[in-house]
């Protein structure tokens, strides 16, 4: 069975860029068994 891959877009670069900067900070401030989703979606 083929798999198929999905094409990177700059709207994806970009959410899953702000998603990493957003646990970056957090990670900084509390520690990682802390942290929620929720907290990340903020």
């Known amino acids: ?3 198929q891959e ?3 877009d700059r709207r994806t670069l970009y959410t899953l860029n702000v998603i990493q ?3 970056l ?3 900084d401030q509390q520690p990682f068994a802390k942290i ?3 907290q990340v979606c903020r």
């Open 21 to 23: 900067e957003a646990f």
């Open 25 to 27: 900070k957090l990670i």
């Open 1 to 3: 069975m083929m798999t």
């Open 36 to 38: 929620t989703v929720s």
């Open 6 to 8: 999905r094409k990177i």
